[in-house]
């Protein structure tokens, strides 16, 4: 095989040698075209993001005039921009964290990175540079880059790149009682918990009743910060900005990505509370030697201030709960009719884990060619996200979809194929 058969493009998360790829060329709002004529729908949001829906002309309009106007320019120090400010404030404004102010950049694994490195400042500016430890949790997704990847707890994510960042450990799941005894052992050295409030990518599990308030209990009982990696659940996705409102629970630091521009531009960022604020601010020659070229993108900044018009416009958080409830009954009656195992999920994000012997990336691809885009998580699941300006029409269609993709792809007695991510 030569590089030309498989394509100049090198994909992510994908088998390198893989030739053929879907290639998607118009959206609207949870419907989606293919090159070939083919119509979908977008039971994932893209990857998760795209809350507002695929088609929106005033975030193009917004871009556009931004554009045409500065496209975007530095903010290191001295410089800022008009809509990185006003993005800025409008963020801080949503925040659940009391006296936050926000970091920027361009993504959800440097959220993640920065949100660690700003943990482990904080300490050391605050006289603790002995505190470094990370902790996070198996089936934690937290990105890419290096720190994100030290920090995740699946593990085939983790492999084949040699050593990773140092001092990043995962705790069982879901055993607070497991998390509790591992901080009492190196109580002086935890700079921070690092868990997603409800894991995604790792397979859309919510967390057990009261374990989140649990963690926020051991974090300030041993000195800790608590971060929400919010990639996922920001903006909507559980019927409040953030999940820390829906679980009652305020971290120190939040990472947030994806839809906070609906992925109409590449942003992300870091809400940033006085825990990590006192220490940095205190000494005014203290200079924040962290940020990235696109930190404050102007163009990307219009593109999130226009989705968050639009998602309080037209009052989208409130779709979440019933949106996903009828998703959840939908995926209840294939459970109660035995062609799937069980259902779990909160919000506007759920998972089917199939029945043993079912492979989910086999039942994923059927679905594709029956019109409807999911995805495989885990080793047993495929996981829905959908726009929240899905109809009820297009959810039952999932449904649908996925109870026939059930009844016509065969039961294998071998083990599933590892999913790609
Ligand atoms: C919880 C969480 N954190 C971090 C990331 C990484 O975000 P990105 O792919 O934008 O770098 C993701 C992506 O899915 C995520 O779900």
Redesign the pocket.
Do not use: F
């Given at each position: 095989m030569t590089a030309n058969d498989v394509g100049a493009f090198l994909h992510?998360f994908a088998k390198a040698a893989r030739a053929n790829f879907v290639s998607i060329v118009r959206g609207e709002g949870a419907r989606l075209w293919t090159a070939d004529g083919a119509e979908l729908i977008d039971a994932m949001a893209s990857?998760?993001?795209c809350n507002v829906g695929h088609g929106r002309r005033a975030i193009a309009d917004a871009v556009a005039a931004q554009m045409s106007t500065l496209e975007a320019y530095s903010c290191f120090e001295p410089f800022t921009n008009q809509p990185a400010d006003e993005l800025a404030a409008r963020l801080v404004g949503l925040s659940p964290i009391a006296n936050s102010r926000v970091f920027l950049c361009?993504?959800?694994?440097?959220?993640?990175d920065t949100s660690i490195k700003l943990a482990r400042l904080a300490h050391r500016l605050a006289g603790h540079p002995e505190r470094t430890l990370v902790i996070s949790r198996d089936r934690?997704?937290?990105?890419?880059?290096l720190g994100?990847t030290s920090a995740q707890g699946i593990p085939p994510n983790r492999e084949g790149w040699g050593p990773l960042v140092p001092d990043i450990v995962q705790v069982p799941g879901d055993d607070i009682e497991a998390l509790s005894v591992f901080m009492a052992e190196r109580a002086n050295q935890v700079a921070a918990v690092l868990t997603?409030p409800v894991?995604?990518?790792g397979g859309v599990f919510p967390p057990p009743e009261g374990y989140l308030a649990e963690v926020r209990a051991l974090c300030d009982r041993h000195g800790a910060l608590l971060i929400f990696?919010?990639?996922?659940?920001g903006f909507g996705r559980l019927g409040h900005w953030f999940g820390a409102e829906h679980y009652g629970v305020t971290p120190d630091l939040i990472?947030f990505?994806?839809a906070v521009t609906s992925g109409y531009q590449?942003i992300?960022g870091v809400l940033v509370g006085n825990a990590v604020r006192e220490p940095i601010e205190a000494d005014p020659a203290y200079i924040l030697r962290h940020g990235y070229t696109y930190s404050g993108h102007a163009s990307a900044c219009a593109a999130a201030l226009s989705n968050l018009d639009i998602l309080v416009d037209e009052d989208l958080l409130a779709n979440a709960q019933p949106m996903g409830r009828r998703l959840a009954d939908g995926l209840d009656s294939l459970a109660a009719d035995g062609a799937i195992d069980h259902v779990r999920g909160a919000g506007g994000v759920w998972a089917a884990s199939l029945l043993a012997g079912h492979d989910a990336m086999a039942v994923r691809d059927t679905m594709l060619t029956l019109g409807v885009v999911t995805r495989a998580i885990g080793t047993e699941a495929l996981a829905f996200c959908p726009p929240l300006v899905i109809t009820d029409a297009q959810i039952d269609r999932i449904v649908d979809t996925l109870a026939t993709a059930l009844s016509t792809t065969a039961l294998s007695t071998t083990a599933a194929a590892t999913p790609v991510r």
């Open positions: 992510p990857l998760w993001y361009g993504s959800g694994s440097e959220a993640v934690g997704y937290h990105g890419t880059n994100g997603e894991q995604g990518a990696d919010e990639v996922i659940t990472t990505a994806k590449q992300g």
